[in-house]
């Protein structure tokens, strides 16, 4: 696992240097920045959630990361924010034995299937969510 982490590094490097975090964040920009604060959060979240269900959340972390912040510096939102609810939603690996590595270690010896994971983990991440956006307009006035 820390070779793959290891690996993205560079790759983060790369979506800043090239303007890439910048043009994808524009995409996040379009779809969810309408929505308001809040609203472009959630999608943020929700982004970074569905990524660590397929590569894990420490590697979902890199990918996201600059993303969120270059998106947040467009609209004008604090990327400090934006950054919490990314780093939530990459937290949030309940969906997928793959999302982190607890997961696939428990599998054998708790008797779990995959398709265990999303009936017990949708419940968790809806939780979660819900927690989020709570926090977010308690804590940080969104």
Do not use: K, W
Not at 36 to 61: D, E, P
Request: aromatic share 8%; with cysteine; glycine share 14%.
């Amino acid at each position: 696992m820390r070779f793959l982490i290891a690996g993205f590094l560079p790759l983060s490097t790369a979506l800043i240097n090239t303007g890439l975090a910048e043009s994808i964040g524009g995409t996040l920009v379009s779809v969810f920045g309408s929505l308001g604060a809040l609203g472009f959060a959630s999608g943020v979240f929700l982004v970074a959630m569905a990524i660590t269900q397929v590569v894990g959340s420490q590697v979902a972390a890199l990918i996201i990361a600059p993303i969120a912040v270059a998106s947040a510096q467009q609209l004008g939102i604090s990327p400090q924010t934006i950054g919490l609810a990314a780093a939530i939603g990459c937290s949030a690996a309940f969906l997928t034995p793959m999302s982190h590595a607890v997961n696939v270690l428990m599998m054998g010896p708790g008797g779990y299937r995959p398709g265990d994971f999303p009936r017990v983990g949708a419940l968790m991440l809806a939780i979660t969510f819900g927690m989020l956006l709570l926090g977010l307009v308690l804590f940080r006035g969104f």
